[in-house]
């Protein structure tokens, strides 16, 4: 059985425009130890869908769906039944570690306090667990540093105490929203490195959301991309970058510099997503995509097999199977007739 199953998850927000799909008709499953990367552009659907999962959205939105966690049911459960779960056996690591620790506490006693509101041990025995915490994520002399603020911590250390407090319950899954958000290239690899290893010391399960898909590609097993609310393609990790089967994963892969492409030219996705609150009919992707045809402006295709555990939501993804797609994105014969601008990439 898997560890967390998700089925036709769907979350609505009320605003003065109407009401806004943030997540439309979201499923998939993670396995005990797994790792799921989980990409696409701000506001396609990424944190609301994983916030979803411990119930942590604000009380005007509403949930359909199912989210099983080892067999429990999560949408419409007790509030007895969520503060179980939240922080010992579903752990949150948000992207801003600064606004989620409280700055008149010291990290110790802020990690302590988590533990003992999952487990019946004592002060001292928390205090010493919050230690252990430090000392996994590899924070030097972590008895002096469980001492100090938050303000006293680099942001690359905030990031690895939170870290810390998240798996000081050794919970069963991660879910870890943008963790090395604003932290250099050389201190983001030393978080993700450590989240890794405490993730393996633990045997967790970890989703991780990121906009960086470089991150994703040396980290996951198993990525799914989203768009206007909704999976659009999802499958292993190696498969779906090397052969991509949605041109909008094309156009992320393609947006990216490549250090064996200096003097090259990107190619942007031109245009911009789609509103949430109206949505155009048929593909979401579609006044954005250089493929497009009539039948995809009339009905959103469903997830497809394209390949071994690879889905696709796509009509023309034969097209992509069958030509290279490294320039897909510079063509001018888009839906919109808008051309990505290209942009010198220089040493």
């Known amino acids: ?3 967390l199953e998700v089925d036709g998850l769907s979350v609505t927000f009320p605003s003065e425009d109407g009401e806004v799909h943030a997540v439309r008709d979201v499923s998939f499953t993670v396995e005990p130890g797994e790792v799921l990367g989980v990409v696409g552009e701000s506001g396609s ?11 942590l959205l604000p009380a005007t939105a509403r949930v359909t769906g199912s989210v099983r966690f080892d067999g429990t049911e999560l949408v ?8 179980g779960l939240r922080g010992s056996e579903i752990a949150m690591i948000f992207q801003d570690p600064m606004s989620s620790m409280n700055p008149v506490h010291t990290v110790g006693r802020q990690i302590a306090e988590a533990r003992r509101a999952h487990a019946a041990v004592s002060k001292d025995e928390a205090w010493r667990d919050a230690v252990a915490a430090l000392a996994l994520v590899d924070i030097p002399q972590p008895e002096t540093r ?9 942001g690359g250390m905030r990031q690895r105490a939170m870290i810390a407090m998240a798996m000081v319950n050794r919970p069963r899954l991660i879910i870890a929203d943008e963790p090395t958000t604003a932290l250099d290239v050389t201190v983001q690899a030393q ?49 779906v970058f090397e052969r991509p089967r949605m041109p909008y994963t094309v156009g992320l892969l393609s947006s ?23 949505l155009p009919p048929g593909c979401s992707f579609a006044p954005r995509c250089p493929l497009v045809e009539d039948a995809c402006r009339e009905a ?12 696709s939501r796509c009509r023309r993804w034969q097209v992509l199977a069958e030509s290279p797609t490294e320039n897909l994105f510079s063509r001018t014969d888009t839906a919109s007739g808008a051309t990505g601008t290209e942009m010198e990439v220089s040493a």
């Open 1 to 3: 059985m898997s560890l």
């Open 45 to 55: 659907g990424k944190s609301v869908s994983l916030m979803a999962v411990p119930r």
């Open 76 to 83: 419409g459960a007790k509030s007895e039944t969520l503060r």
């Open 191 to 239: 978080v993700l490195e450590v989240l890794d290893q405490a993730r393996v010391e633990s045997g967790a399960s970890l989703v991780l959301v990121s906009h960086d898909l470089g991150v994703v590609a040396g980290t996951a097993d198993r990525v799914q991309v989203m768009y206007g609310g909704t999976i659009v393609e999802t499958g292993p990790t190696e498969e």
């Open 146 to 154: 469980a001492k100090q603020y938050p303000h006293e911590f680099s």
């Open 256 to 278: 990216l510099p490549a250090v064996d492409q200096i003097g090259g030219r990107l190619h942007p996705i031109p245009g911009a997503p789609p509103s949430l609150v109206s």
């Open 300 to 311: 959103e295709p469903e997830l497809v097999a394209v390949g071994t555990d690879h889905l």
